[in-house]
């Protein structure tokens, strides 16, 4: 039974207080909106289950203020080696550098993520975290969410304007929306072994060994960490293999003095690769493993969770202020689901290199991988783990450049916008990303020589920041309503324009638009089938109070 009765009483309802399920909470109360929480455990998890950790997820901690703790407790920069039969090395890989400000790759323990997580939405004024509280139903209308739960005070409802299902790849969210997976399980099974106290330091490579015999998976940590990870054979059975003493015969190679104290965890695991069919049902959306389900080789996994989560909390914020529109909505699963299928591809090719059994088979696989990366593209292309491609939001909130656009600039529109060190009028130098906020923003390169564009009203009305950005002292304070920022490495304050060009930078950080003054109105007009704050503005100026967010919808 999926239905409940209850009263709305919150913007969101989040189902799921996982890494996944608290960032999007707490963005959605950062931003303002009332948020309740709900979650079955009644403490944040002390077992390690994720572990490598993309520029992105920092760059999303970051705003939450939780990143340089993250970093205290994280390996950072870290790269991959492949080995093949009888452990010749295969390839060695290093992510290419960051854009955004963050190490591109780095190996991060789940535990101390998911404690600065809890700790601080249980402590946001703006959630109301129900821990313990298991969701029994699921239910909406045209006006709202209704989630029935049971706890140790007993039963109760909650309901809410929008729902967002969290609550991981059993989810009963997704089960109550009768939206099915695609997609296949493994048929391989894998033991994790998680280790503590495990003495010197490693390289910060997590090693990848196609031997051949038992394929295996080494992933350091620090402060004594270290993952192993086994594959199993069908005949084995998973009790044997776990049991304290086989763990340790297996574990004992990669820490001599290994005693059963310093095993964390020890679990067999089957890798699924499938897709949610859909992301959406109606006033209802799926994020995290709810959604996505992917091998862990390429350890994407859970960073895809976090850019869902960053995604849809933009988007639902907009339309709780009036401004976004059900078109807004309908990118989250067109901009998400797009990647989430990419990164499970990449996951499911990454395990077949490694799981090769057999001196036949692993030899072929291993003359094949030396072969091709002969061949200089291929080489550069493996190396630098161009196969873990970033998100490409071309299909979603993205606004396709005029012609009068520099070619650079136009290669912008659609992805991450880089975040150089920059420096105020004071002197003072930090990240881009702290002048940004947590809205719209707009960044108007300046030529030289030329007069800064005047803007339209509607960014106003949106709320955008406005920055300029120079790349020098030298250039003028003309608006006085734009913050001068100098970009002396010119990482955005590209040289050579000729007109001053424009940056239109979505909440996320992605950007959504590049423009002159010649193509401004028509990026307003086509931004405006997703973000509409002057139809509000009307309203309002009309005397009559703007219709509660998403009612139309």
Request: proline content about 5%; overall charge negative.
């Amino acid at each position: 039974m999926c239905g409940s009765d209850a009263m709305e009483d919150f913007d969101v309802v989040v189902v799921g207080a996982g890494p996944v399920g608290l960032t999007a909470a707490l963005l959605l109360a950062d931003g303002g909106a009332r948020v309740a929480l709900l979650e079955a455990a009644k403490a944040p998890m002390d077992l390690p289950r994720a572990i490598s950790i993309a520029d992105e997820t920092f760059r999303t901690m970051d705003r939450l203020g939780l990143a340089d703790a993250l970093k205290a407790e994280s390996l950072l920069g870290t790269g991959s080696r492949y080995f093949g039969l009888n452990d010749r090395p295969l390839a060695s890989a290093t992510p290419v550098p960051s854009r955004i400000g963050h190490p591109a790759k780095s190996q991060f323990d789940q535990p101390v993520l998911e404690e600065l997580l809890w700790t601080k939405a249980r402590d946001h004024e703006g959630i109301e975290f129900l821990a313990g509280a298991q969701v029994t139903s699921v239910s909406q209308d045209s006006g709202g969410v209704m989630v029935g739960f049971e706890s140790d005070a007993g039963s109760g409802t909650v309901g809410g304007s929008w729902l967002v299902g969290a609550d991981g790849g059993r989810s009963f969210v997704r089960e109550c929306l009768g939206i099915d997976l695609v997609g296949s399980t493994q048929q391989e099974r894998w033991i994790v072994v998680d280790l503590l106290n495990v003495p010197g330091a490693r390289e910060p490579f997590a090693e990848f060994h196609g031997n051949g015999t038992r394929p295996y998976v080494l992933v350091p940590g620090i402060k004594g960490r270290l993952r192993l990870e086994f594959m199993l054979f069908d005949h084995e059975d998973p009790e044997i293999m776990t049991a304290p003493d086989k763990i340790l015969e297996l574990s004992r190679p990669f820490h001599p003095e290994l005693r059963t104290e310093d095993v964390r965890r020890a679990v067999v695991y089957v890798a699924h690769q499938r897709l949610a069919r859909t992301y959406r049902s109606g006033r209802a959306f799926l994020i995290g493993d709810a959604a996505h389900l992917m091998p862990p080789f390429s350890g994407q996994g859970l960073n895809a969770g976090l850019r869902d989560a960053l995604n849809l909390s933009w988007k639902l914020l907009e339309v709780l202020r009036g401004f976004g529109t059900d078109r807004l909505l309908s990118t989250y699963e067109s901009e998400r689901r797009t990647h989430a299928a990419k990164m499970v591809k990449v996951s499911r090719r990454t395990g077949a290199v490694v799981m090769a059994v057999g001196g036949f088979r692993t030899n072929l696989r291993d003359i094949a991988f030396r072969t091709v990366s002969l061949i200089p593209a291929v080489h550069r292309y493996l190396g630098s783990m161009r196969f873990i491609t970033p998100p490409d939001y071309r299909n979603g909130v993205a606004i396709k450049p005029g012609r009068d656009v520099d070619r650079r600039l136009a290669a912008w529109v659609g992805i991450a916008l880089s975040q150089p060190q920059v420096a105020d009028q004071d002197g003072v130098t930090a990240p881009l990303d702290s002048h940004l906020g947590s809205g719209w923003a707009l960044l108007t390169l300046q030529a030289e020589g030329a007069a800064t564009p005047g803007g339209s009203q509607f960014w106003s009305t949106l709320g955008a920041r406005r920055i300029r950005l120079a790349g020098t002292t030298a250039v003028q304070q003309g608006n006085s309503d734009d913050e001068l920022l100098v970009d002396a490495a010119r990482v955005l304050a590209v040289s050579g324009l000729a007109t001053p060009h424009t940056v239109l930078v979505r909440p996320d950080r992605y950007v959504a638009a590049v423009f002159t003054d010649h193509t401004e109105q028509s990026v307003i007009n086509e931004l405006r089938s997703y973000v509409d704050p002057l139809t509000v503005a009307l309203t309002n100026q009309g005397g009559k109070n703007a219709q509660h967010a998403g009612s139309d919808v």
